[in-house]
Nanobody, 127 residues
Framework: QVHVVESGGGLVQAGGSLRLSCAAS????????MGWFRQAPGKEREFVAA????????YYEDSVKGRFTISKDNAKNTLYLQMNSLKPEDTGVYYC????????????????????WGQGTQVTVSS
């Protein structure tokens, strides 16, 4: 069973940067596909980015392409989300998700595909 814990959220001005981290335990990162989701106040949780278990494949939601970078350090069992050029509409609680997969390049884009979730970390972008 995989457990994940996020960290790195905070308050930043528009145009600034933050890096979120997600520490995984219970399984090595090389055996799990991972993703980031976010939930703004009054809205449903939405997909942000995903990475395959090998780290060789990534996918982004359109509004974050070119600004956010998802990566994972399998040796440290840690997932990252580098967020640059932040906008007020990026505000929300960011969740890390993980799922054991058998295929190196398989990407999981829907929340229903993940069984392990972190508690979330708040990101607030002021205008």
């Amino acid at each position: 069973q995989v457990h994940v814990v996020e960290s790195g959220g905070g308050l930043v001005q528009a145009g600034g940067s933050l890096r979120l981290s997600c520490a995984a335990s219970g399984r090595t990162c090389s055996s799990i596909a991972m993703g980031w989701f976010r939930q703004a106040p009054g809205k449903e949780r939405e997909f942000v980015a995903a990475i395959s278990r090998s780290g060789g494949s990534t996918y982004y939601e359109d509004s974050v392409k070119g600004r956010f970078t998802i990566s994972k350090d399998n040796a440290k069992n840690t997932l990252y989300l580098q967020m640059n050029s932040l906008k007020p509409e990026d505000t929300g609680v960011y969740y890390c998700a993980a799922e054991i997969t058998l295929t190196n390049q398989y990407l999981l884009l829907r929340s229903q595909q993940y069984s392990a979730w972190g508690q979330g970390t708040q990101v607030t972008v002021s205008s």
